[in-house]
């Protein structure tokens, strides 16, 4: 069974950090491409960041320079490192686990994660 688990939210103060995990089980983890997606109230959930499973990273435009993903393939987890913090970042965050053979597409999501900056 496949369990994706975030951890790391919570409240902070606009220009602070906070570091959000993505533990994965039940699944080769080194084969997903693993993004951190985010959705505000009223708002459609968008993708936040992603990483290849070759380690390639991208970034929606308004957190370049400002997070950071990195995957532990060793202990099948993922980070998001937040930094500069605004208060336009509050949202749930969920972890997505996505690989796609010809024929099939797996796609998995943790049960999010509250991140709320204050001002």
């Known amino acids: 069974q496949v369990q994706l688990v975030e951890s790391g939210g919570g409240l902070v103060q606009a220009g602070g950090s906070l570091r959000l995990s993505c533990a994965a089980s039940?699944?080769?983890?080194?084969?997903?491409?693993i993004g951190w997606y985010r959705q505000a109230p009223g708002k459609e959930r968008e993708l936040v960041a992603a990483?290849?499973?070759?380690?390639?990273?991208n970034y929606t435009d308004s957190v370049k320079a400002r997070f950071t993903i990195s995957r532990d393939t060793a202990n099948n987890t993922v980070y998001l490192q937040m930094n500069s913090l605004k208060p336009e970042d509050t949202a749930v965050y969920y972890c997505?686990?996505?690989?796609?053979?010809?024929?099939?597409?797996?796609?998995?999501w943790g049960q999010g994660t509250q991140v709320t900056v204050s001002s």
């Open positions: 990483v290849s499973r070759g380690g390639s990273p």
């Open positions: 039940g699944m080769t983890f080194s084969i997903y491409t």
């Open positions: 997505n686990a996505r690989n796609e053979i010809p024929g099939r597409i797996y796609n998995f």
